[in-house]
């Protein structure tokens, strides 16, 4: 807001300006008639100084969990309900930005990156096993060394997987979902997963090459940019700092192991689902129905599990928080007042 403020600057040298030819020509009316004791011009007022409303801070903090150093952004008082986001493949806690400030004003946020992601760790795959498992271990490590005992799951991507893992831990934890392009159901796995279904089955050197290009850049701007109403709404920020983590050396390996270990989460959406059926976490489900990687296919298989469900299909893709994150704040919180507990 520089220039905003230079604006009200230069107002304000003008309107000083103004006031002083205004004194200089009363004091010489004044002189003239011998009032010039009684006319002196009184000492001026400090200029008002603009203030904005404070907005709730947010801190980059990290914490070693089982060895690995887990960065994450925590926002909000912690004596409010917490709300733990959980990131997507190929980015990190950065993608929840905006939204967190919006959460903050009422809700305790916890946001981490996993291990060879954001600013966590990347320890090397001969010391740490890269899994989804491994992942939901490391964060329900996390929840528990920042004492929280309740929490509502904001789950998108592979988030969806890590936060499900971790509810089936302690379901009864969980005060809620936030569903956002984050399967559970067979149907949600189309065309997109067929090279990664051939991994699945033959985890050899070539069909594991073949995913090398989900990796590149065209790739991870693809996953921003495909399915949007308005792509100039996007922020290239976003998929170059994506990118710059990717291209780090040794990652690229990091990712094919995780597209490998995915094939173990797809044994437990039974499991899963049972859980939904059987615990009933209330759920919001704001998903961008034009994305491929996960489509609207995988959203409605909630329906038939999940009683206390709100439902919502956005005009956009994968991303959807990049073109609707005010639309899903305003979503969330609504669903957050009404749902979650306080004490």
Not at 22 to 28: D, I, N, Q, R
Not at 47 to 75: C, M, S
Not at 275 to 294: C, H, K, T
């Amino acid at each position: 807001m520089f220039w905003l403020e230079e604006k009200f600057e230069t107002v304000e040298r003008r309107a000083a300006g103004s006031h002083r030819t205004l004194l200089s020509a009363a004091a010489m009316a004044a002189l003239a008639f011998g009032l010039v004791g009684a006319c002196a011009p009184s000492a001026q007022s400090e200029p008002a100084v603009l203030t904005r409303a404070a907005a709730p801070a947010i801190f980059y903090r990290d914490i070693t969990i089982n060895g690995v150093k887990i960065a994450y952004r925590e926002a909000g008082d912690p004596a409010n309900p917490t709300v733990v986001l959980l990131h997507g493949f190929p980015t990190s806690s950065q993608m929840f930005r905006n939204l967190i400030p919006e959460l903050a004003k009422t809700y305790h946020v916890l946001a981490p990156d996993y291990p060879g992601y954001g600013a966590s760790d990347m320890p090397a795959r001969e010391t740490f096993e890269y899994s989804f498992a491994n992942f939901a271990d490391i964060v329900d490590g996390f929840l528990t060394e920042k004492k929280v005992s309740s929490y509502a799951l904001y789950l998108m991507d592979y988030g969806a997987p890590v936060g499900y893992r971790v509810f089936a831990k302690h379901p009864e934890r969980v005060t809620g979902f936030v569903i956002q392009n984050g399967n559970a159901y067979e149907e949600g796995l189309r065309e997109f997963w067929t090279p990664i279904k051939a991994y699945w089955a033959d985890p050899s050197e070539a069909n594991r090459d073949a995913l090398r290009g989900l990796l590149t850049l065209d790739a991870t701007k693809w996953q921003y940019t495909h399915g949007v109403g308005d792509v100039t709404r996007i922020s290239p920020d976003t998929w170059y700092t994506d990118q710059y983590l990717l291209d780090r050396a040794g990652n690229d390996e990091i990712q094919l192991d995780m597209f490998l270990s995915y094939a173990t989460n797809v044994s437990e959406y039974p499991h899963w689902q049972e859980l939904f059926r059987e615990y009933q976490p209330p759920a919001l489900i704001v998903w961008g129905q034009n994305d491929q990687i996960f489509p609207a296919d995988g959203a409605h298989p909630y329906k038939s599990d999940l009683n206390d469900l709100e439902f919502h299909l956005l005009d956009t893709g994968h991303f959807a928080l990049e073109e609707y994150g005010s639309d899903i704040a305003a979503e969330m919180i609504e669903f957050l007042d009404r749902e979650v507990p306080r004490d």
